[in-house]
Every structure is written in structure tokens, then in C-alpha cells.
């Protein structure tokens, strides 16, 4: 008989190792319970210490001894009582927002924008400023000086940051530790970019793909609320996709995984070499310059791609250039889906929010015309800057991993 490898006796242990857990310790059971309260708190807001353990399943004594340690090691606080009941008031309580705070980054050609929240996820304050006037050898310093601002916008001590998320146009060489697809970006480059950005914001630092943030922003607050199976393709100055497959994101081997500009498509000449370059494929079909030589095509003349699209939803002569626009998009789409084949497409940047409605309507059209699988084309639901909210639900993911690890 085959011997059963779940039930195979360990030479040391002497018992049988059946697969299944052993019990959890009393602290490794608090930090559990603990940590089910704390999102129950985030996602609720104020409960009583009875709401808690219904919630939970806990007895109302050991919710008690819960809230209590929690209290004292400063992660929640008492917020009013209820009114109107049978019965007396019962106390309420909140996750303490002074118990951490985080600052998400969002770097492009022509600024740093930065904002900062509490460990409630409520933005604080935001700071934004022109990169420009930049000298490349000063680019850490001074993004390290831009968040300091809004640290100070925020009436925060200067140390009082956690964790700091960088959204930006490019992703890090796990090999090498440098920035790669980043050329428009000069300062950006160092081979020690992250201890640079560590030592001079203050704080623990990730570098992450702006779009890749966009996603993580739509998949939490956004037009991918519930869903685990997208693609958000961005469609500003550049084109870029984002991957979400089970719910996380993909980021391929090296990280270059939805850098879909280089991406060959029908319609758009092949480049040889990217690296000398710098643009082709579906860029050269879709990115800024192709739209604004579109849209003047179509007797439309903007200073940028957003700008075209905005005058063109505009005017009824606008539909044509819409519409080419959209079946461009479309070719570039159809490549993604029919490798993905993605539950949903979730249309973001200045282009197609500029766009809206009428845009994503055409987009979903020409490419159920041309691909077989035909995903729901949704627009960006998430107001401001999707790279920036992003950048602060990954900063607030890693604080709170660390706060919320009680024993």
C-alpha cells in the first residue's frame, strides 16, 4: 500500500503530521482576534464593545479584555456612546487615527504630488510641485523635501510618517535595483534609489508602477470594487496597463509586466530597438503624439491628448476623431484581452476620463467588434489622482500590517 505523505510520522515528532493546524497559542489567538476588531473598526467605523463581539463571536468579556488592550497600546479610542436604546449607553469606539500616519507619492515628467493620511485612510493634506527647475542630481532630495511639506500641511512633527508609497512611471530591475521604461524621468535612476529615497524622506520606502497603483485604487475604491480579474489601461502621455489576476497584481519577472506601449500592434511601424528609441508599438499608436496628429487631423488643435479629446466630446464634428481614437485603442486592447481574457477593462489617465462615457462606449464596441473575448469596459470611478490614492491604500496596507501585529 502507497504510504498516505499527510499522515507520515516525522522521526522527531513521533506523531502523526495530518495537515492540520495545531492549536493557536493565547497570544497568536489575541493577535488574530485583535486584528478582526481593528478591520471591523475601519470598515464600520464606531462600535460598541457588544457590536464587536457579535461581529466577531467573541463573549462580551473577552471583548472587553480586547478593547482594553487595544486602548492601552494606543490603536483605538473611546468616541461618544449610543443614544436612543433600551437600556444605558454603551461606549464606542474607533481605530485611533494619531496612531500612525503614511504619505503616498506620485511622480511624473512635470511634478511630484504628495499627499498624506492617517492610519484611517482619511487624507490629511496634499502638496504638489513642479519638477521642472529640477536638477537631476538633487531629485531625491527634493522629492524627500516636497514630502516633508505636506508633512508640515498635515500639522504633523516631522517624523511622524510610517511609510512611504512612490508611484511612478517605470518599474524597478529586481536584479540591479534600477528604474527601467523611465527615460523621461532624469534622477530617477541610481542603482541605490531606494536607500537614497530611505535615508532621505525618513521613512521605509516602495517604489511601485504608477499604473499598477492606479489599479489598486480602482480595485478599492474604484470601478473594480470586487472584482479580482482586470486590466486598467492608462492613456495619458504614455500608454501603460495594469494586471490583476486573482485579485493581485502581476508584475511579470523582471517587473515589466503592463508595459504595453512597446507592445507591436497593427497599425503601427516595428521598432528594432527600444532601448534606442525610447517609444513604438502601440505607443506610436495611441500615446500623446499620435492622438494630438489625430485630432488635428480631424480639424481639432490642442496643446495636449486630454485637452483634444475634452474639445472633441464637445462638438458633434468631434465624433469621427472619437471614434478613430477608439478603434485605436481598441487594436491594443484586443492583444491584451486575448492573452488575459480579463473579467473587466477599466479605462483610466487624462485621455479617457477626458473622454467619459461616449469614449469608453465607442472603445467597448470596436473591441467586441474585433476580439473574442469581450470584457465589460468600464471608466475610472476614482475621483483626483488614481496613482495617488493608489500609492496611499499600499502605504496604509503596509502600516497597518505592521500596528495592527499585536501579541
Known amino acids: 500500500m502507497t504510504e498516505n505523505p499527510r499522515t507520515r510520522r516525522s522521526p522527531q515528532a ?83 487615527p494619531a496612531a500612525g500616519y503614511v504619505a503616498g507619492v506620485d511622480v511624473t515628467s512635470t511634478h511630484v504630488r504628495v499627499a498624506v493620511a492617517d492610519i484611517t485612510g482619511v487624507t490629511l493634506a496634499e502638496h504638489r510641485e513642479p519638477t521642472a527647475d529640477w536638477p537631476p542630481a538633487e531629485t531625491v532630495a527634493r522629492t524627500a523635501r516636497a514630502v516633508a511639506q505636506a508633512v508640515r500641511l498635515a500639522g504633523l512633527p516631522a517624523d511622524a510618517l510610517r511609510e512611504t508609497v512612490i508611484g511612478i512611471g517605470g518599474a524597478l530591475d529586481p536584479s540591479t535595483g534600477e528604474l527601467r521604461y523611465a527615460e523621461h524621468l532624469p534622477g530617477w535612476h541610481s542603482s541605490r534609489l531606494i536607500a537614497e529615497l530611505e535615508e532621505a524622506i525618513g521613512t521605509p520606502v516602495s517604489l511601485e508602477n504608477d499604473v499598477n497603483l492606479a489599479a489598486v485604487a480602482e480595485q478599492a475604491v474604484g470601478a473594480a470594487a470586487g472584482c479580482e480579474d482586470f486590466v486598467l489601461l492608462w492613456a ?84 469621427a476623431f472619437l471614434a478613430a481614437l477608439a478603434d485605436r485603442l481598441a487594436v491594443g486592447l484586443a492583444v491584451i484581452v486575448s492573452v488575459v481574457d480579463p473579467e473587466l477593462l477599466v479605462l483610466s489617465g487624462g485621455t479617457p476620463t477626458a473622454g467619459g462615457e461616449r469614449l469608453r462606449a465607442l472603445v467597448q464596441d470596436a473591441l467586441h467588434r474585433i476580439s473574442i473575448p469581450r470584457p465589460e469596459v468600464r471608466c475610472s470611478a476614482v475621483p483626483g489622482s488614481p496613482v495617488l490614492h493608489g500609492a496611499l491604500q499600499r502605504a496604509l496596507a503596509t502600516a497597518r500590517d505592521a500596528l495592527f501585529t499585536t501579541r
Open 236 to 319: 495619458e502621455e504614455g500608454i501603460g496597463a495594469a494586471i490583476v489576476i486573482a485579485g493581485r497584481l502581476h508584475r511579470g519577472f523582471t517587473g515589466g509586466a503592463g508595459e504595453v506601449g512597446y507592445m507591436p500592434v497593427p497599425g503601427a511601424p516595428v521598432v528594432d530597438d527600444l532601448r534606442k528609441e525610447g517609444s513604438g508599438g502601440f505607443q506610436e499608436l495611441a500615446g500623446e503624439p499620435a492622438v494630438l496628429a489625430l485630432a488635428e487631423a480631424h480639424g481639432l488643435t490642442a496643446g495636449t491628448a486630454e485637452q483634444a479629446v475634452a474639445l472633441a466630446v464637445e462638438s458633434p464634428a468631434g465624433e
Open 14 to 96: 513521533g506523531t502523526p503530521q495530518t495537515g492540520t493546524p495545531l492549536a493557536g497559542t493565547p497570544s497568536l489567538l489575541r493577535a488574530i482576534n485583535d486584528r478582526a476588531a481593528l478591520e471591523l473598526l475601519l470598515a464600520h467605523g464606531p462600535l460598541s464593545r457588544t457590536r464587536i463581539g457579535s461581529l466577531t463571536g467573541l463573549s462580551k468579556p473577552t471583548a472587553s479584555q480586547l478593547l482594553a488592550r487595544l486602548e492601552a497600546a494606543g490603536l483605538v479610542v473611546p468616541v461618544g456612546t449610543t443614544a436612543g436604546g433600551p437600556g444605558p449607553n454603551a461606549q464606542l469606539y474607533q481605530v485611533n
